[in-house]
């Protein structure tokens, strides 16, 4: 069996899809990767049966929508695409009439009471003319990369995130390909002041529509799923695969306490992560230090002078990047707590996320401090490994590293259990089974029978969700009547729900038709 594993990510340091691709290729005959560029443009990947390559982006001409919208017929996927990517529809996108005219209908549609959490979020102050070119570079990027990618044949395609999945829905529809889809981020709330407010927009919709034609959803907890099943009416099976499909090369124990305690962070370097917030935190503290081992980025220079300016040059260290396979152990020697200090209340995929420094810091034998984002929270009180904070100002990171100071006894039990929490929760071989049954179907018929059923309840809210759906109302009856066929072998069950959806689907036509929504 052949795969087609697409990657937007930077395979150097992304330990959680390079683990991914290696386990993939014990399975295939072939795997054939398509990535994104990192700068020394080596794919990191050595088994023998994987072949790579790079796609390398090339803007367009300023005016390129003509060239676009060839593209997408070449690939039988315009009539998918342009419901969500109306500037396609004009050559001239880049006048001012023509962009105001887009964002108001963009407008319109945002204020869907569906769209309320996701317009909630903290966007980047932009211009109309940036926020028009980000969505018309994205466009252009995933366009391209489809039309490099399409003469590859293989059985199953892999999509890594939203730069991918135009590809995957292209080789799909070309070559009847299993289009798995493997979310490590929500895109359209991805860290806060990331993207311009359309953009954001245009990322949520684009989504909504062309998740619709994968056959399976993989991401990294069971909240990321969840939202993504509720927020976009997902009507596939979907499982949780987290960071931990490769055996430790190496054998932590659980750290003493011992003065002064240091904490640690690995991990990108941005305004979002609460690394400024560290830096004072620490300066109100004593016995303590900070270990900052970050990737590059033009804010550390910022962050060196913040110390040098309250004269902590003793007390924080900056440290090299290491390789992901040297990451558990660089964590367990430098390290006496991990913490995660990104604001959650900006965002929404702070929220949901289970990143991999947490899993990471587990792994190593350290205690947490984190702030209460949905999974981090449910494991630090499950297994009593840390600290949650309220939110990441300095004097709740201080306050919490002097509580972790004084309780000896207490401090060392979190690094024993944060082993125990790394075992049960990351167990390797059940995260390596739930991946290779994903990718290759595999599954027993019980689990087949479970996923029915999620089906049907997935169906069950959807159906009170109807009338949030905004776009081309026969595009969406298309699409969920054909998901019915999932269920054969639940026949009351098929026809109860059919006719209740049939029925309220029915309703919204009519009332849509009242309010001439077809007229184009």
Known sequence: MDILILVGNNLQFD???????????E???HVYISARPIPDHTIHIEEQNVISSFFDWNPSEYSCTSKLRSIARRLEIWEILWPVASVLLEDEYYKSEVINGVNQFSDDLMKNEKWHEIRKGIAEEASKEQEMGWVISFLDTSLQWAEKVIDISADIVYCNDIDTLLCGVAHKKKYGSR????VHDIACDMFPRGFPRRYRDFLARYEAVLIQKIDFLISVNESAVRWLKLTYHLLVPGVVVSNCVQELQVKTVAHKMHLPLRLYYHG???????????????????????????????????LRLLVSKLRLE????FLEPVSTEKVILATNEDGDVGIHASDVEECINLQLALTNKFIEYLRAGLPVISVPS????????KYNVGYIIPDNKPETIADALNRMKLGKECYEMMAINALRASREEFATNTHRERLVKAVF???TEEESRKQKMEFLFSLQYWS????YLEYDIHFWQNEYLKKFEYCKGLESDYELLKNQMQKTFNEEVKKKKSMNFFRR
Do not use: Q
Request: with cysteine; net charge negative; glycine share 2%.
């Open 15 to 25: 330990t959680r899809v390079k683990n991914h691709i290696r386990l993939i290729a």
């Open 27 to 29: 399975y295939a005959d």
């Open 179 to 182: 289009l798995i889809y493997d």
């Open 268 to 302: 990108f370097c941005d305004p979002s992560r609460g690394i400024a917030n560290m830096i004072y935190g620490i300066s109100m503290t004593e016995d303590t230090e900070l270990v900052l081992r970050l990737l590059p980025s033009k804010y550390e220079e910022e």
């Open 314 to 317: 003793n007390r924080v260290r």
């Open 374 to 381: 949905v999974e981090h929270s449910r494991i630090i009180e």
């Open 441 to 443: 179907n595999s599954f």
């Open 464 to 467: 009170k969700e109807i009338k």
